[in-house]
């Protein structure tokens, strides 16, 4: 069974700093390996839609940011596990919301296409002034 557990959320003030963790497990029952699949960062914050954050190909080796994030926050990932944290003093009240990590073997539009087969329960995080 494939799972993805998110960690790392928690409540900050703005220009605090937070990583955001989702690691993987169970990939091998689809047949594929972590590298085989598309990896996304989504978060809805209350009243809100859901929206991409960040989406990487490992295997392309190429990573989207939504324009919100871009140069603000960075991805990183290490065999199963990827990590999603911003830059220093970069946090700011309305990154809040319930960040949810997605994976799919393949899909275009990542970041705007949310039919990710698999998500994680998602984790809080709150920004404060």
């Known amino acids: 069974q494939v799972q993805l557990v998110e960690s790392g959320g928690g409540s900050v003030q703005a220009g605090g700093s937070l990583r955001l963790s989702c690691a993987t497990s169970?990939?091998?029952?689809?047949?594929?390996?972590?590298?085989?699949?598309?990896m996304a960062w989504f978060r809805q914050a209350p009243g809100k839609e859901r929206e991409g954050v960040v989406a990487?190909?490992?295997?392309?080796?190429?990573?989207s940011y939504a324009g919100f994030v871009k140069g603000r926050f960075t991805i990183s990932q290490n065999n199963t596990k990827n990590t999603l944290y911003p830059q220093k003093n970069s946090l700011k009240t309305e990154d809040s919301g319930m960040y949810y990590c997605?994976?799919?073997?393949?899909?275009?539009?990542?970041?705007?296409?949310?039919?990710?087969?698999?998500w994680g329960q998602g984790t809080q995080v709150t920004v404060s002034s």
């Open positions: 997605a994976a799919e073997t393949t899909i275009y539009c990542p970041l705007r296409n949310q039919k990710y087969t698999y």
């Open positions: 169970g990939l091998s029952y689809t047949g594929f390996t972590y590298s085989d699949m598309h």
């Open positions: 990487i190909n490992p295997a392309a080796g190429t990573t």
